[in-house]
């Protein structure tokens, strides 16, 4: 008994000290393998890379979402004299910057769908009121022309005018105006800034108000307190104020009053 334990023993400790055969792969079959991977890779993008380059151009679709008939079809007429490449490489910022070179855009969305292609939606600017006869000016003081000339000179906007330049300073004058006389029931119909910085206001009574560039703010906020109070009972007959003065101001009625000079 004792000498079949030893013999299974002796067995045991001949199969732990026999070494394990292990299948080494050589690393010339290694590396062979790795270029292969590596070589297939470049291929697909390479072949992908061709297929793009040899890809239709990509359509381009306008929306004519929020747009007027005349702002859709100036949109799409610059739009068709795009050369664009495929759907994927194409440039989308160069579009937007085309489309938003357009004076009445104000702003641009460009991207890609599968069904319609290259999708261009754009936001016309909103007039508030005209600047000149030619252009128009949103609420900001952008001022820009149209893509419909029937939009010029439009009876319900008020008519600014004076440099390009200026348009942000003025609109902003005006807005300032129109909150201080709307209790008088009274706004801006056309306000001017002359190249002295002088101001021509008239309002849709038919008032018309002259005042220079100093203190200009403050000298028209104290005649609508004065046409809400000590004149109120004669605002009607008022035809036109002159605020050009340091301490006062001149008043010119209707129907021949005589010309009346008041101290502030």
Do not use: C, H
Not at 185 to 195: H, Y
Not at 215 to 228: D, E, F, M, R, V
Not at 230 to 253: C, E, H, M
């Amino acid at each position: 008994m004792a000498q079949t334990v030893n013999e299974i023993t002796d067995l045991m400790s001949d199969k732990t000290r026999r070494p394990k055969s292990k299948f080494q792969v050589p690393t010339t079959l290694k590396y062979f393998f790795m270029v292969l991977v590596l070589g297939l890779l470049v291929l697909i993008l390479m072949m992908g890379g061709k297929a793009l380059r040899d890809a239709p151009p990509a359509a381009i679709y306008v929306s004519n979402k929020g747009l007027t008939s005349a702002e859709y079809q100036s949109l799409q007429q610059v739009m068709d004299q795009q050369k664009v490449s495929s759907f994927f490489t194409s440039d989308l910022q160069a579009l937007r910057d085309i489309a938003t070179g357009l004076a009445w855009v104000d702003q641009v969305s460009v991207s890609r769908d599968w069904q319609r292609g290259i999708v261009i939606t754009a936001l016309p600017k909103q007039a508030v009121a005209n600047f000149g006869t030619e252009r128009l000016v949103d609420a900001k003081g952008v001022v820009f022309i149209p893509a419909d000339d029937k939009d010029l000179t439009q009876e319900q906007f008020a008519t600014l005018q004076g440099e390009l330049t200026q348009a942000p300073v003025i609109m902003q004058q005006m807005q300032q105006v129109n909150d201080w006389y709307a209790p008088l029931g009274i706004q801006v119909e056309d306000i001017i800034l002359s190249p002295r910085m002088t101001w021509l206001i008239r309002f849709d009574n038919g008032l018309r108000v002259i005042v220079d560039n100093e203190n200009t703010a403050q000298k028209l906020l104290n005649l609508s307190q004065l046409l809400g109070n000590q004149l109120k009972n004669r605002r009607d007959d008022i035809q036109s104020v002159d605020l050009r003065y340091k301490n006062g101001f001149t008043i010119a009625w209707n129907m021949n009053q005589p010309q009346t000079d008041e101290s502030q």
